[in-house]
């Protein structure tokens, strides 16, 4: 597990922010839609170019790094499985990729269903599996790159809410020692998950702090508003 | 409701368009006169038919060029031609009572094409079996390339092309553009290229003569007038027009 | 829909039929099976599925690449190489031919230099898979960019994040993911080849089991040897029928 550094300007949305996630802390990113919360995510995974800025990964500097080189997965609200392969195959997926055999790749995946729940789904394909059953696949998927940093973009946004429970527990777990970063509209997520918990608004962080504090006693109008659970 | 006339009106304009029905043929002293002529011909016989034209006044002169063999195909298939100029007597025969009276107007004979300079310097029709020289003549069954056939045959070489093809502007097209060393046409061909060739005469020339036969057609439009222009083909105007292009005497 | 749009409809799906019925009804079923297993229509038929099968994999190792630079890159003058491309989809073989015969041949553009060492390609068969992947290359391309831009970018996002190389998400995730426009673009370029004349006869020339293709052979008999012709044509409506419905059937995977 690695400590984060993040400073990331986007003129054209606004965004300035810096952020730093300590080796082993999770930390829930909250904010109005359009704060630019998915977009720093984007800059940290390498899929977005900052105007300026820096992300720090341990003791690597990641700017210059490809998306596949910098140690972070991402999970996305959508599980996004790839769609010809078999659930087992997904998972195996970043395994193979870094050189595992695949007898290898199949059991370290197999380990990381059972570890999410959903060992049984193995041999299923993509279509043929729920969407709470997804997104758990996704989970483990995103663990078997064994990550240095894991980002998770309101990854349970698009599940019914009797399945999000469930869901909550299986990353409760998986995130216990990593160090993680998830975008969250929603305080039971956040105070569930997360070990501190920063607001964005319009581009900037407007409240940072242990993840107690800002949800007991909340300074910024948007942790008001997410707390009195005005919003859903 | 109202697009219906509207349909109509367009599909009829288009049926008019297509099918060449203006107000032009209305008057009653104009006379047309469809010629069917081998693609060798077209110079010689688009000259003919001003001429024709200039000598009766009111009468135009619609002439086509193409394959021999496929010329007649299409008067089989009921083309509209009064008269039909074959570059063999073999495609005038395909022909049988359709052709009233077929008589021979011209005859022609082969000669070697080759690029200008004559780069892979070709002299002779022993040349062309050369190995390694890539020569391009007519299939066997168009009439060119029947001619070569037989002048294979008569002279004992075996030429091995590296295409036959379907008539002569395809094998002079080869040659002009100098990726066929040279390709087996008709005098005339070579005559009406001009500079895009340069021709070698073959000794052996004599010995493959293609006589050219021209008919009035059965159901001709108006024989009459088809058989004028049959006779100023077969007239001494006719005939030195069809020297000058480098056909011989039939 | 007004019903009246029967009418015409029904005059366009006839506009297409009939002829092909027409040559259906032209074939003498006694002389049939001779005259498509004669040896010159093997022949034919054996350079034709040779030449196409040759354009079409040409086509796919040149057209993947073209494609997918096409839909997942952005530069300047993109939009007029696209144009560029698709031009052979709607520029007369004839032309094409000619084209091709100013390039590769013995005069042209890159046959002069290959000429010194000893390259010629027009009248050989080389020459007939090159006029083939010439037009059909844009059929493969343009439906494959299609479905790459269909199928987005978000799975090769995640298969990055994953620690996947470039080349591992472009073999394991882009490439299966648009395997069916793949294999419909495909099969439409490998029936343009099969149908290839004009720029063929231009280019290549005619000679029996080196350029003649079904196509020159339907077209050098068609006076001669009509029935020759018609059950050779036979022979190109079938194999089009089926290239169809495996394009269809692709597309509804």
């Keep these: 597990m690695s400590a984060l550094h993040l400073r990331a300007v986007i003129a054209r949305r606004g965004i300035d922010v810096t952020l730093d996630v300590a080796a082993g802390e999770t930390v829930a990113i909250t904010g109005p839609n359009g704060a630019g919360k998915s977009s720093l995510l984007g800059v940290i995974a390498g899929l977005l170019r900052p105007d300026d800025g820096e992300v720090r990964l341990g003791d690597r500097v990641l700017d210059a790094t490809p998306p596949h080189a910098r140690g972070v997965a991402l999970l996305a609200q959508d599980p996004l499985l790839f769609p010809h392969m078999s659930v087992l195959a997904n998972v195996a997926f970043a395994p193979r990729a870094r050189g595992v055999r695949r007898r290898q790749a199949n059991e370290l995946a197999l380990r990381h269903l059972t570890e999410v729940g959903a060992e049984t789904l193995a041999g299923r394909r993509p279509t043929e599996i729920s969407g709470g059953q997804a997104q758990r696949v996704a989970v483990a998927r995103a663990l078997a790159a064994d990550p240095e940093l894991l980002l998770l973009d309101e990854p349970m946004a698009s599940l019914d809410v009797d399945v999000r429970p469930a869901l909550r527990q299986t990353l409760r777990t998986a995130l216990a020692d990593r160090t993680a970063i998830i975008v969250t509209h929603d305080a039971a997520d956040a105070r569930a998950l997360a070990d501190r918990v920063v607001v964005i608004e319009h581009g900037h962080i407007v409240e940072d702090g242990p993840t107690e504090q800002v949800l007991d006693d909340p300074q910024s109008g948007f942790a008001v508003r997410l707390v009195s659970g005005s919003i859903k | ?250 | 829909m007004p019903r009246w749009l029967w009418f015409p409809a029904a005059l366009a799906a006839a506009f297409i039929i009939l002829p092909l019925a027409a040559i259906v009804l032209r074939v003498d079923p006694a002389t049939l099976p001779a005259l498509v297993t004669s040896p010159s229509a093997l022949e034919a038929l054996w350079l034709s599925l040779r030449t196409a099968t040759a354009g079409t994999a040409l086509c796919i190792l040149l057209g993947v690449p073209l494609a997918t630079v096409l839909a997942r890159t952005s530069f300047r003058g993109q939009g007029l190489i696209r144009s560029l491309v698709l031009l052979p989809l709607v520029l007369p073989p004839v032309v094409s031919g000619l084209a091709l015969l100013y390039t590769f041949g013995r005069r042209g553009l890159l046959g002069q230099s290959l000429d010194l060492v000893g390259i010629q390609i027009p009248f050989t068969t080389l020459a007939v898979v090159i006029a083939q992947t010439f037009v059909a290359l844009p059929f493969l391309v343009i439906s494959l960019e299609g479905a790459l831009r269909t199928s987005g970018t978000r799975y090769e996002a995640v298969a990055a994040t994953l620690g996947a190389r470039p080349t591992t998400v472009f073999r394991r995730v882009t490439l299966p993911l648009v395997a069916p426009g793949l294999l419909s673009g495909s099969v439409l370029a490998f029936a343009r080849c099969l149908g290839e004349f004009g720029a063929t006869i231009t280019f290549a020339g005619n000679l029996p089991g080196v350029t003649s293709t079904m196509p020159l052979q339907v077209y050098l008999l068609r006076v001669d040897d009509p029935d020759a012709a018609v059950a050779l044509s036979l022979v190109l409506v079938v194999v089009a029928i089926a290239v169809i419905g495996f394009a269809r059937h692709g597309r509804a995977l």
């Design chain 2, 1 to 250: 409701m109202t697009s219906r006339p509207g349909i109509a009106a367009v599909a009829t304009a288009a049926v008019l368009v297509l099918t060449g029905c203006g107000s032009a043929n209305g008057q009653a002293d104009e006379r047309d006169l469809t010629v069917f002529a081998a693609a060798s011909l077209t110079d010689t016989f688009t000259e003919l038919a001003e001429r024709f034209e200039k000598e009766h006044p009111g009468v135009e002169v619609t002439t086509s060029f193409g394959g021999s063999s496929d010329l007649v195909a299409q008067i089989e298939d009921g083309a509209p031609a009064d008269v039909f100029a074959s570059a063999d007597t073999k495609n005038m025969g395909k022909l049988g009572d359709l052709a009233t009276d077929p008589r021979a107007f011209a005859a022609n004979t082969l000669e070697i094409a080759t690029p200008p300079g004559n780069p892979a310097k070709i002299s002779g029709f022993q040349d062309l079996a050369e190995p390694g020289t890539k020569v391009v003549v007519c299939t066997v069954e168009v009439p060119c390339g029947n001619a070569t056939a037989e002048m294979e045959k008569l002279t004992g070489v075996d030429i091995e092309p590296v295409s036959e093809e379907q008539s002569v502007s395809d094998v002079l097209a080869k040659v002009t553009s100098g990726d066929a060393d040279a390709g087996l046409v008709y005098v005339t061909d070579v005559t009406a290229a001009g500079d895009s060739v340069t021709g070698v005469e073959l000794e052996e020339s004599g010995r493959v003569v293609n006589s050219y036969p021209i008919s009035v057609l059965d159901g001709a439009d108006d024989a009459e007038l088809a058989q004028a222009f049959v006779d100023l083909v077969l007239s001494e105007t006719g005939q030195k027009v069809l020297a000058d292009a480098g056909f011989s005497q039939p």
